[in-house]
């Protein structure tokens, strides 16, 4: 599976990259703001995206981030 990671910490991102790996994932793309999600799944097309949701802000911009994902998955199908 090809993943994308997005989380301010670099200490989770590698973390979850090791991880993700070390189980057979390719992790495409390494973020640090969820305002670069949109742009980065338009690129790379990643089959999954993991998203640090910790304060109310960002969880706006994931809700945001998924339903332009989830419109433009149904636009390619």
């Not at 994308?4 to 910490?9: P, R």
């Not at 097309?45 to 419109?71: H, Y």
Request: hydrophobic residues 40%; contains cysteine; aromatic residues 0%.
């Amino acid at each position: 599976m090809r993943v994308t990671v997005v989380d301010d910490s670099v200490i989770v991102r590698e973390g979850l990259r090791r991880l993700l790996e070390s189980e057979g994932h390719e992790v495409i793309d390494l973020l640090t703001r969820p305002g670069q999600v949109l742009s980065a799944v338009a690129a790379a097309r990643p089959d999954a995206v993991i998203l640090d949701c910790n304060s109310a802000r960002r969880c706006s911009a994931s809700l945001s981030a998924e339903q332009s994902l989830t419109r433009m998955s149904s636009e390619n199908s």
